[in-house]
């Protein structure tokens, strides 16, 4: 049997970023920055209040206490946006608001808390230093400079910057298209009802719940049924419009095992044990004039996800042109034990809890691989290593936590 390692390695061994395209930004989250970002402008623009309060020179303030207040003459307001130059005349103050450009002259602003409030004359009860209030202009960032990467996944933190420095477009690894092609002539969609040895299809909407997860724009490509025919034409078809492809089902020693028949025909596909439980059943290769990749997940639908996790996740990562490319693998201690099979990697549906004593994990439920309310339960998975057949109280394993994107 291969190892999940060795597996992993080569499925990801052809992958690589996506061609860069230019998007709007606002459909650039989620993206990976393909380009660095040059900042034509200071932020701020200019020098502007962080208050709404009174623009004044600190020193023509700096007696004034509640007994003894300094009485200004208001000449003006500066609202935000103002634009015209304005200059603040000795003795005299203007009422500024948050964000409004600071008059010359000016080196202070007191908040209007400190002040009565006047529209045409104002009394200062406090002083303000030189300086108090005022937002620099460039103290964000210089015109010149570079404020975003290649490479950056953007948040809505990147792409907040990348607004405020005037940017509306750019150049962007896209997200990955995904099909999700669950296989088996027993399946029927939910919402339809079951006849007779039927079951309703959950690897369609599951993994592609996990596909929209990881950041790729997927969509259930149709259930494909046990013939030949059907199922050449849909996986052709899929392999047309999307940069990634997942099957379910119809992989392992089955007489109707439909996929892996048709695949060995039609794509360079792999098909392959690996030493991992669940998701023994595994397959990977390309398909069609794009060579586009191909994941043949087990049909079991706790394999499926799992694998998904395991393999696919790593694959839309490196397609999306993700710097991550490792999910984090923190400890935990177990506070219940639990079986694992040897020579293999088990990925145990857990229940996380953090507590004072640090992160704690224990079972949830079976570990069968068709067990999907106990999967829906669990929000980790424990990585048993190949060569432990016991889990024990106390003992340190790592963890994925599921759907963290991280
Ligand atoms: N003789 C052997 N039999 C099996 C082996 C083996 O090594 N030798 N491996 C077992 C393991 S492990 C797994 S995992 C499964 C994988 O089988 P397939 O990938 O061929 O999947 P199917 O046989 O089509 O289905 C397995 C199981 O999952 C249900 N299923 C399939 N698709 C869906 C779906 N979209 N939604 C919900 N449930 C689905 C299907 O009805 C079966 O119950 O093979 C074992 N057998
Ligand atoms: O490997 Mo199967 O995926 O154990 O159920």
Redesign the pocket.
Known sequence: MRSVDEHLKLCLKNLGPLPAVEVLLSEAAGCVLAQDIVSGIDMPRFDNSSMDGYAVRAAEVASATAGSPVNLPVLGDIPAGRGDALELEPGTTLRIMTGAPVPAGADSVVQVEWTDGGVRQVRIDRPVPPGRNIRRSGEDVREGETVLTAGTWLTARHVTLAASVGIDRLTVHPRPRVVVL???S??VPPGKPLQPGQ??????Y?LLAAAQAAGAVARHGG?MPDTPEAVGSMLEAAAAEADLLIT???????A??T??AVLRELGTMEFV?VAM?????QGFGTIGPRSTPLF??????V??LLSFEVFVAPALRRLAGRPDLDRSTPTATVVEGWRSPAARRQFARCLLTVTAAGPTVRPVGGQG??L?ADLAGANCLVIVPEDVTQVSEGDELPYIVLESGS
């Open positions: 669950p296989s088996g027993e399946l079951i309703h299809d959950s690897n369609g599951g259930i379910t089902g119809g992989v392992s020693a089955g109707y095992d996929v892996k044990q439980q669940p998701g023994k059943p043949t997940l087990p049909g079991n639908p394999s499926a691989s068709h999907v």
